[in-house]
């Protein structure tokens, strides 16, 4: 028998998330990998389909996109990334239902893991980085990013908000980290001391922000807030700019009028990671896969924190400090 997270209705998921134990999937087909799960993430956005309208009368579902584990068996005449045979260490991404001790997870969303990265690490190292990947992409379709152009950054405390700002450190991309906290914003400075951080608890703000801004174009800004946050940022960007949206932490939608737009002619991106996967080539998936396991190598492990770690029996217990207020860095499950 195996264990897995299960749901089947829709609330709080502290209260309608419970743990069953189920048969073990059967042996992997051609283009699958059967991993046992050691660890998995609870990110934000794996918590909001079980918030929502519950998708299903028939069944349970179980949540999740990521995880880490061993390869227990590989399909037959299944081409696989170097690393990746029985008994290896791996990770996925993405893949539905990865909070269970054993998965299913087609061939070419499985990478291998380095010895020296820890379960902590490897159960992230995913999700969030090909989410970098995404946003690095669309700030380099406005010319002057990486020159003498500057881009805004909300939520920048979040772990995606640090490994982008280790990564526009790592190619020299000026940017301005926004978070909501003098004590978030003193936390980071201390971390990228060479990043201005500007916090939205002081009724200056905004003032601050052109205050480093200075005479640069501000040609876009990257945000997971959305509300009331992301008009503000709109009225910051230089015309032509790009609000790209990849998440919706505010409950309030977006006060905007067309007017705001179509005299600066400014445009909004809404990017999701789930996504991705969807949009791009398989040469391109392989690619970005290897790309966000190459940031741990260089460097950017400080921005895999971890806020906690509790055992997949808890789980009530681990949704419930992955939405508490000012958690720093990623809750994690593990099964023993």
């Known amino acids: 028998m195996a264990r897995k ?72 005449d299944t081409p696989v990334a170097a690393g990746v045979a029985t008994g290896a260490r791996v990770s996925f991404f993405p893949h539905p239902g990865a909070w269970s001790e054993y998965v299913l997870v087609p061939a070419e969303f499985v990478v291998p893991v380095s010895d020296d990265v820890p379960d902590s690490i490897a159960a992230q190292m995913l999700a969030n980085p090909i989410t970098v990947i995404m946003l690095r992409r669309e700030l380099e379709k406005h010319a002057t990013i990486g020159y003498n152009g500057v881009f805004l950054q909300t939520a920048a405390g979040s772990n995606v908000g640090r490994l982008l700002s280790a990564v526009a450190q790592y190619h020299a991309i000026q940017h301005i980290n926004i978070v909501r906290s003098d004590v978030g914003a003193q936390t980071l400075r201390e971390r990228y001391p060479r990043v201005p951080v500007v916090s939205t ?47 919706v932490l505010a409950k309030e939608p977006i006060p905007l009028h067309a007017g705001d737009l179509l005299h600066t002619s400014l445009g909004l991106r809404g990017l999701i990671v789930l996504r991705w996967a969807e949009t791009v080539s398989a040469e391109q998936r392989a690619h970005d896969m290897a790309t966000a396991a190459q940031l741990i190598a260089r460097g950017a492990a400080e921005a895999f924190d971890v806020a906690a770690q509790y055992g997949i029996d808890e789980i009530a217990q681990a949704v419930e400090h992955a939405v508490r207020p000012g958690k720093t860095g990623t809750v994690l499950v593990t099964i023993p």
Do not use: M
């Open 201 to 247: 608890a002081r009724p200056t703000w905004k003032e601050e922000i052109r205050e480093h801004i200075g005479a640069r174009p501000v040609p876009a800004a990257v945000d997971p807030v959305s509300g009331t946050l992301a008009r503000d940022l709109l009225q910051l960007l230089s015309p032509g700019g790009t609000l790209i949206t990849y998440g």
């Open 5 to 76: 997270v299960i749901y089947g209705q829709s609330g709080n998921p502290a209260d309608v998330l419970s743990v069953a134990e189920v048969d073990v999937p059967g042996p992997p087909g051609v283009g699958q990998v059967l991993v046992r799960v050691h660890a998995f993430p609870i990110h934000i956005g794996d918590l909001l389909p079980i918030q929502g309208p519950y998708p299903s009368k028939t069944a349970y579902l179980t949540p999740g996109i990521e995880a880490t584990g061993i390869v227990e068996a590989v399909g037959p």
